[in-house]
Nanobody
């Protein structure tokens, strides 16, 4: 059973940066594609970014492309989300996920990101 713990959220002004981390345990981390989703108040959870185990393949939502970067360190069982040029509309709870058979299967508890205007 994979367990995921996010950290790094907080309050930042528009235009600022944050880096989220997700520490994984309980499984062979390098076997999983990893990703990030987010959920704003009153909205559905939405895809943000994904990275395959080799780190050579990444995908991003159009809304974050060129501003966010997903990366992973398999030696530390950790996946990161570097968020630059943050906007108020990026405010949400951010969730780390591990994919199985192409589907987000394991979830962290989430970390709050608030961007003030």
């Amino acid at each position: 059973q994979v367990q995921l713990v996010e950290s790094g959220g907080g309050l930042v002004q528009a235009g600022g940066s944050l880096r989220l981390s997700c520490a994984a345990s309980g499984g062979t981390f390098s076997n999983y594609a990893m990703g990030w989703f987010r959920q704003a108040p009153g909205k559905e959870r939405e895809f943000v970014a994904r990275i395959r185990w080799t780190s050579s393949s990444t995908n991003y939502a159009d809304s974050v492309k060129d501003r966010f970067t997903v990366s992973r360190d398999n030696s530390k069982n950790t996946v990161y989300l570097q968020m630059n040029s943050l906007k108020p509309e990026d405010t949400a709870v951010y969730y780390c996920t591990a994919f199985q058979l192409g589907n987000p299967t394991y979830w962290g508890q989430g970390t709050q990101v608030t961007v003030s205007s």
